[in-house]
């Protein structure tokens, strides 16, 4: 009996002992995969399709990210996580990256001690309900039974909402998107309140999406990003970058089509340096010359990825909105690679 | 321990007693074990600081002071959004104990029943019985719990069906079951009603008085008083006449259909009521099998003498049979009552709020503390059920063989 504790004892320090360590991109080559967190499936931005293979607009990140440090975007083990293991599982080093939905929020960055790479999709909280419930604006919920994911930023700002607007309402707590969905089918409860982006996936995943409709009222502001563990400056670096590629990319016209003419080299230095026919970014981060070329070869630039995923010709049909780039009115702006 | 094999005592204390000499061993091997243990413990707490700190986060419980920032649907004391983690720590506590008293009041009289039942001599009945316990203690009561969950979402009608008439409600309309949980009537108190629960208070103390009396009588005497008859009636009778006098100050508030939702009734919502049944059909399996396993414990020859007096075999059961079963079947039966309490925290798959869905989920992950959510969750848990040993042994004294 006692030695049985102790053994266990000994077994469990030494799991502690192995979760805090800044070598992240050291392992990751070594193990020659990327651990990546991703959602436990909400198509269009992570589910496995019909063979099996993860695919959407945060397994794009992953794939990138896998492509740039290990150069190849398939060397990646997705891990699907809920809102509230998701952070438990990137803090104990489960996970070397995690792409989830996952809002930059001050709490997450500093107390949490996460760091966010960037912002992909700048989101907002939205609100579902059937077309025949009869309700046209957020305020008219008053008393309504709400489904909400728990352990998410959505839970906080839904009490919120109703706070200020001093309205009642019932929550009915959930752990997955894939329940939410059967219980607001099922009618257990009248609205499902999540990232619109989330909403506007899971409606298109429905029998009859067009009895269903989102509210105008957007309640919240939910920057969606990847993010990593605070800590290791470097690996932090190389997720932000391989993700200001993706959009710089588009910015500067480089697409999956063109991408192998103009890793070659251009007249444009900066298109140079990015896919490294010039300079040394590549060397700086750690990896090779032509990370960017494998970043962008595994998926396409940012536009493309979002089009193909998410896009207006996609089920979801999602607009560019606020994720245009900033030269078209949006608020997608990566800093100069120089 | 008596048994010497060295004789040397009278020589002197050797060090290398400590290791040969049959007296020391043990000791000085538990010394060592223990040393061990105590050393392991504190190499493992170090550690967990160390790596903590490595990782920049330091150990302290102030965030169950800030503002918890989530709604909770179900809550037995006042809470809202803008109250501590403290405050929404003890509602999911609360929610606990309510889960667990109930479960544990109804899985005791499923078992008892069907433990019972298991024993019928009438084939279907002891087949039936059977069936359920083998179901519901060969299922992991996760499953269980999912099920009962889905069922009651997917079954019942949704409280728009009730506005349209596609269904209606029950029991003289007090009653409504929703897929999103039943409500029933509220017990309303308006002035005067003081009067009408004070007089139900005081039958219910006349009745145990009573009791005693018709005892003490039949001890005596031997002549057996209409107990049932007259405790039913001191239960009705006076509360009726006060409600009645009074001007009914005690009133039921049916629920009614308003927006979007019954409102004015007691909601039991469904996480509550799934839970609820699923950990007391599970843990009532086991306490069948225990109530089987006490009754077999008795001697045959007791019921056959009973019966040779001429007792009729209901009052066999519950004079002879089941007073001697019960030193069998308390102290496992507390291992089942830790066991529901200890499962209700499964909640979690069905969104009941619970201590685990407050602290060890919500708080846990706003909070990012998983060091100290999950050791104070381990610690209130240990409480529990330390708690529920106790109290379970203390009546386990009550009950057990007294020699005299
Ligand atoms: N952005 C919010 C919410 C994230 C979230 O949970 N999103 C849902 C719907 S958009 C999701 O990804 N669900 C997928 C799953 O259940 O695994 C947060 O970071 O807290």
Request: aromatic letters at 8%; proline letters at 3%; glycine letters at 10%.
């Amino acid at each position: 009996m006692t030695k049985s504790v102790f053994f266990g004892a000994l077994a469990t320090a030494g799991l502690l002992a192995g979760a805090a360590s800044a070598q992240t991109l050291a392992e990751v080559q070594e193990r020659d995969t990327l651990r990546c967190g991703v959602t436990t499936g909400l198509v269009g931005f992570a589910a496995p399709n019909e063979e099996g293979e993860w695919e959407g607009f945060d397994v794009a990140i992953c794939r990138a990210v896998a492509a740039a440090v290990l150069g190849d975007g398939s060397k990646v083990e997705f891990i699907p996580t809920t809102g509230s293991t998701r952070f438990t599982a990137l803090a104990s080093g489960e996970i070397d990256l995690l792409a989830r939905n996952t809002t930059w929020t001050f709490s997450r960055d500093v107390d949490l001690e996460f760091e966010f790479a960037g912002v992909n999709y700048y989101d907002g909280q939205g609100f579902l309900v059937r077309k025949d419930l009869g309700v046209t604006s957020a305020n008219e919920l008053d008393g309504a039974t709400v489904c909400i994911q728990t352990g998410t930023t959505t839970e906080l700002n839904l009490a919120d909402f109703f706070r200020a607007n001093d309205m009642s309402y019932e929550p009915v707590p959930i752990e997955t998107n894939a329940e939410a969905q059967q219980q607001y089918l099922a009618n257990a409860c009248d609205v499902y309140t999540t990232d619109a982006s989330g909403l506007a996936a899971t409606r298109a995943s429905f029998e009859n999406p067009g009895d269903h409709m989102l509210l105008p009222e957007i309640i919240s502001k939910e920057p969606l990003g990847p993010l990593v563990r605070h800590g290791d400056n470097a690996w932090g670096d190389i997720a932000r970058w391989t993700l200001n590629a993706l959009i710089a990319a588009e910015e500067l016209g480089v697409t999956s089509e063109n991408l192998e003419e103009m890793a070659a080299g251009t007249d444009n230095p900066e298109i140079n340096r990015l896919l490294g026919s010039e300079g040394n970014l590549g060397e700086m981060l750690g990896l090779s010359s032509d990370w960017a070329v494998n970043a962008i070869s595994a998926g396409g630039n940012y536009g493309e990825i979002f089009e193909d995923n998410i896009g207006a010709d996609t089920a979801i049909g999602l607009d560019r909105g606020l994720n245009a780039q900033w030269t078209n009115g949006g608020l997608l702006y990566s800093p100069p690679f120089r | 321990m008596t048994a010497m094999t060295d004789t040397q005592s009278d020589q002197g204390f050797h060090p290398s007693q400590l290791i040969y000499d049959t007296r020391y061993r043990s000791i000085t091997i538990q010394i060592i074990a223990l040393i061990c243990v105590l050393a392991g413990f504190g190499w493992l707490i170090n550690n967990a600081v160390t790596n903590l700190a490595a990782a920049g986060q330091d150990f302290n419980f102030d965030f169950l002071g800030n503002v918890a920032g989530y709604d909770i649907n179900q809550k037995i004391i006042d809470y809202d959004s803008q109250m501590t983690h403290g405050r929404a720590t003890l509602v999911g506590l609360l929610n606990t104990l309510l889960v667990a008293v109930l479960g544990c009041i109804t899985c005791t009289v499923i078992g008892v029943t069907m433990g019972v039942l298991r024993l019928s001599n009438n084939w279907i009945v002891q087949k039936l019985a059977t069936v359920y316990v083998e179901g519901f203690r060969n299922v992991p009561v996760l499953l269980w719990i999912v099920l009962t969950m889905g069922v009651m979402i997917k079954l019942p009608p949704d409280p728009r069906a009730f506005r349209s008439g596609d269904a209606s409600m029950i029991l003289w309309d007090s009653v409504a079951i929703t897929n999103r949980g039943v409500y029933v009537p509220r017990i309303i108190y308006e002035a005067g009603s003081s009067i009408v629960v004070g007089v139900l208070i005081l039958s219910i103390i006349g009745i145990f008085a009573f009791r005693r009396l018709a005892r003490k009588r039949q001890e005596a005497t031997g002549a057996i008083l209409p107990v049932f008859w007259v405790s039913l009636g001191l239960l009705f009778i006076p509360v009726i006449i006060a409600q009645f006098v009074m001007g009914s100050p005690v009133s039921l508030q049916n629920p009614y259909f308003r927006g979007f939702n019954f409102t004015d009734g007691v909601h039991l919502r469904n996480s509550l009521i799934a839970l609820w049944l699923a950990l007391s059909l599970y843990t009532g399996a086991f306490v069948a099998e225990n109530v089987r396993a006490g009754i077999l414990a008795v001697s045959k020859g007791q019921t056959e003498a009973a019966a040779a007096l001429g007792i009729r075999p209901r009052r066999i059961m519950n004079l002879v049979v089941l007073p001697q079963a019960m030193r069998v079947i308390v102290p496992p039966m507390i291992s089942n009552y830790l066991n529901l309490t200890k499962n209700s925290s499964l909640a979690l798959a069905i969104g009941y709020m619970d201590l685990t869905g407050t602290l060890g989920n919500i708080t846990r992950n706003q909070t990012g503390r998983e060091m100290e959510c999950v050791l104070l969750l381990m610690g209130i848990y240990l409480i529990l059920s330390l708690g529920i040993s106790s109290l379970g042994n203390l009546y386990n004294n009550s009950v057990k063989l007294k020699e005299r």
